[in-house]
């Protein structure tokens, strides 16, 4: 989650992280509720116009039925609602209260174990610390949460805004730092691995130069020294991808931090700091609106009713069963108002995708037009607000070559090595650079040692085929995967598309999971989010495509952060 921050005179840094105070309220109230439910839950408040502690007030139990049973959201508005004689977030998080139908509340003097178990869920680390350092988790937490008086300004901050010393923050004392570390980050030289690994240990041993009895410090503060430190050198330790920054641009040394002081208290503790994910066999599909601009418009476009929604997908409908059953005239203006007339039912189209009981076979009916291959781009263009093959494109172009490289210079594994002799000699046979465009696909497969289950090759026809192949949205090559210029894009082992050459084919495979709300299949995830974050620059603050297993997973994949970081330092002429 990006967090900023400002520096007052009397070395307080204001933190401004509206969401996290969102979440410990919803936390406070339903304590059980599960991962998946509270990110969707916080969706849907974030759609309603809910941007702070003070805003929940305004939520009716009719607004989130959708989401929560009756119950649930009686408990969360009855809680929520203004309290005489102070605001919202002071009730919540600063006096001694409960809710209307018994739910403990935050209480901001010896907290109850019921306030605890709601700290453990919002905090970062697995529940598996002593009384002490429970106790100390807890009012790290309340503080971050608490609001403060700005001593430069006067002003109470805003809800989700706190006061954190410059000293609780642990701030690393750069004078410590080798001279050779300091060289590389005072020229903005990208630091190399083993400088990089030298500075998290000092950074983590001045956080406990004070004595070894002082706890540890928390997630919670290790994710603004990460920040704090990336924001001084950021040339240096910001997250980048070809001048882009990935995620909140300081995870890869967040979880640097996490795993050092997870290696220093091991001895100490059963669990790690780190939130293990377990393997799933599950291939639920789940709705997800993670990274769209446009998920679900509240608004018919003016002049439009559902009556005219309703004649207007009629007409769509019509002109592709002529088009489909040969007519002339419908064939030779397929395209006329198509894309116009698409777009005014964008809302429509959305809410039959997002609605819990939509199928493919029905969507195939009521909007055929939708999965053209022009409609299905325009579609994902509008919800994803960015062109989708202008943007592909020119990743293929200029990040390919250097990713290519990179591993045939630094990879041991013999299928990377394998692919990267597939893709030569395919760019040799067909004399054009179209083959780096699937090759990349498997290559990033292989090295995060993922099964290729992005693209198969036609066995025999078509049907049987689509048959054999998994339900997520894939790619069937009609002849050699790299080489091949035509493809099937096959949803619920259903052919939705045929397309006529790789860029194409990529572009419409992507957007498939987005268009439809689809998450990425288990099997190929991080390959899929190396693609979503570096190749098409979409990087939410919070959140992840990736299929949801047991337990807590870090919003960017270690595996993204370390191939990233590892891309940035490629080639760089100060690393040794």
């Given at each position: 989650m990006a967090t900023s921050h400002e520096e007052s005179d009397d070395d307080t840094v204001i933190i401004d992280d509206p969401k996290l105070p969102i979440e410990l309220a919803v936390k406070a109230i339903l304590l059980d509720i599960s991962s998946e439910k509270l990110e969707e839950f916080m969706q849907k408040l974030t759609s309603l116009g809910v941007k702070q502690v003070e805003d929940l007030e305004f939520v009716e139990s009719k607004d989130v039925l959708g989401i929560l049973t009756p119950?649930?959201?009686?408990?969360?508005?009855?809680?929520?609602?203004?309290?005489?004689?102070?605001?919202?977030?002071?009730?919540?998080?600063?006096?001694?209260?409960?809710?209307?139908?018994?739910?403990?509340?935050?209480?901001?003097?010896?907290?109850?174990?019921?306030?605890?178990?709601?700290?453990?869920?919002?905090?970062?680390?697995?529940?598996?610390?002593?009384?002490?350092?429970?106790?100390?988790?807890?009012?790290?937490?309340?503080?971050?949460?608490?609001?403060?008086?700005?001593?430069q300004t006067g002003k109470k901050s805003s809800a989700g805004m706190s006061s954190v010393k410059e000293k609780e923050i642990h701030d690393v004392n750069w004078d410590r730092i080798p001279y050779r570390i300091m060289a590389y980050l005072k020229k903005g030289e990208r630091l190399p691995s083993a400088e990089r690994k030298e500075l998290v240990r000092m950074i983590i041993d001045d956080c406990q130069s004070q004595g070894r009895a002082k706890p540890f410090p928390r997630t919670v503060k290790l994710r603004l020294i990460a920040s704090k430190v990336v924001d001084k050198f950021p040339e240096s330790l910001k997250d980048m991808c070809d001048n882009e920054t990935v995620g909140t641009g300081y995870e890869s040394l967040l979880h640097q931090l996490v795993n050092r002081v997870d290696n220093l208290t091991r001895p100490q503790q059963q669990s790690s700091l780190k939130r293990k994910v377990s393997e799933g066999n599950a291939r639920k599909i789940v709705v997800d609106s993670y990274g769209c601009v446009r998920w679900q418009p509240?608004?018919?476009?003016?002049?439009?009713?559902?009556?005219?929604?309703?004649?207007?997908?009629?007409?769509?409908?019509?002109?592709?069963?002529?088009?489909?059953?040969?007519?002339?005239?419908?064939?030779?203006?397929?395209?006329?108002?198509?894309?116009?007339?698409?777009?005014?039912?964008?809302?429509?189209?959305?809410?039959?995708?997002?609605?819990?009981?939509?199928?493919?076979?029905?969507?195939?009916?009521?909007?055929?037009?939708?999965?053209?291959?022009?409609?299905?781009?325009?579609?994902?263009?509008?919800?994803?607000?960015?062109?989708?093959?202008?943007?592909?494109?020119?990743?293929?172009?200029?990040?390919?070559?250097?990713?290519?490289?990179?591993?045939?210079?630094?990879?041991?594994?013999?299928?990377?090595?394998?692919?990267?002799?597939?893709?030569?000699?395919?760019?040799?046979?067909?004399?054009?650079?179209?083959?780096?465009?699937?090759?990349?696909?498997?290559?990033?497969?292989?090295?995060?040692?993922?099964?290729?289950?992005?693209?198969?090759?036609?066995?025999?026809?078509?049907?049987?085929?689509?048959?054999?192949?998994?339900?997520?949205?894939?790619?069937?090559?009609?002849?050699?995967?790299?080489?091949?210029?035509?493809?099937?894009?096959?949803?619920?082992?259903?052919?939705?598309?045929?397309?006529?050459n790789p860029l194409s084919a990529v572009c419409s495979w992507f957007a498939s999971y987005y268009n439809m709300n689809l998450k990425y299949p288990e099997q190929n995830s991080i390959s899929m989010e190396f693609v979503q974050r570096a190749f098409l620059g979409i990087n939410p603050d919070r959140g992840s495509k990736r299929t949801k297993t047991k337990g807590k997973k870090p919003a960017i994949s270690p595996a993204v952060l370390r191939l990233t970081t590892a891309l940035a330092s490629f080639e760089n002429e100060w690393v040794i």
């Open positions: 119950i649930e959201a009686r408990k969360c508005t009855n809680a929520w609602q203004s309290k005489p004689g102070g605001s919202l977030s002071a009730s919540l998080f600063s006096t001694p209260s409960t809710s209307r139908q018994g739910t403990p509340i935050f209480s901001a003097s010896s907290p109850t174990q019921s306030q605890e178990d709601a700290i453990s869920l919002a905090s970062s680390q697995d529940n598996s610390f002593d009384d002490g350092q429970e106790n100390s988790r807890f009012d790290d937490l309340l503080d971050y949460m608490t609001p403060k008086q700005d001593a509240e608004q018919l476009p003016d002049g439009q009713t559902k009556e005219t929604q309703e004649e207007i997908r009629k007409e769509l409908k019509e002109r592709f069963v002529k088009m489909q059953n040969g007519d002339a005239a419908e064939s030779q203006n397929k395209d006329t108002g198509v894309s116009h007339k698409m777009l005014l039912c964008y809302a429509t189209i959305r809410k039959e995708i997002n609605s819990p009981g939509s199928t493919l076979p029905e969507l195939l009916s009521s909007w055929p037009y939708l999965f053209n291959q022009i409609y299905f781009m325009e579609h994902f263009n509008h919800l994803m607000d960015f062109d989708l093959m202008d943007k592909m494109r020119g990743s293929i172009e200029t990040k390919v070559p250097k990713l290519i490289k990179y591993m045939e210079e630094t990879s041991n594994l013999d299928s990377v090595k394998d692919t990267i002799s597939k893709i030569n000699e395919a760019i040799e046979k067909v004399e054009a650079n179209t083959p780096r465009i699937i090759g990349s696909l498997l290559l990033l497969s292989d090295y995060f040692k993922e099964k290729h289950g992005i693209v198969f090759p036609v066995e025999k026809d078509i049907e049987t085929t689509c048959a054999g192949v998994p339900a997520y949205p894939c790619l069937l090559a009609h002849g050699n995967p790299v080489t091949a210029t035509i493809f099937s894009l096959v949803i619920e082992n259903t052919c939705i598309a045929e397309l006529n």
